[in-house]
Nanobody
Framework: QVQLVESGGGLVQAGGSLRLSCAAS????????MGWFRQAPGKEREFVSS????????SYADSVKGRFTISRDNAKNTVDLQMNSLKPEDAAVYYC?????????WGQGTRVTVSS
């Protein structure tokens, strides 16, 4: 059974930092891109960041460029998201994903709350 389990969410003041982590298990994730989406209350789920299997290619939403950094450890099947200079508009439930072709897996989400 494939599982993606996120951790690291919580409450932080604006300007602070959090590090999210996602641990994947249940199959071989060779060749899978991994990354993060987020969904704020009343809004659609939106792309945040992704990283290729090799780690050579990363992508970020314009709203987080320069503040968030994604990384992965293929030996551990983990992907992390370092979030700095957090803003109230970053508050959302953050979802980890793993994707390869038609195969697409999601975690249950971890909540990030940013106080102003």
């Amino acid at each position: 059974q494939v599982q993606l389990v996120e951790s690291g969410g919580g409450l932080v003041q604006a300007g602070g930092s959090l590090r999210l982590s996602c641990a994947a298990s249940g199959r071989t994730f060779s060749g899978y891109a991994m990354g993060w989406f987020r969904q704020a209350p009343g809004k659609e789920r939106e792309f945040v960041s992704s990283v290729s299997w090799s780690g050579d290619t990363t992508s970020y939403a314009d709203s987080v460029k320069g503040r968030f950094t994604i990384s992965r450890d293929n030996a551990k099947n983990t992907v992390d998201l370092q979030m700095n200079s957090l803003k109230p508009e970053d508050a959302a439930v953050y979802y980890c994903f793993a994707r390869r072709g038609v195969y697409n897996y999601w975690g249950q989400g971890t909540r990030v709350t940013v106080s102003s």
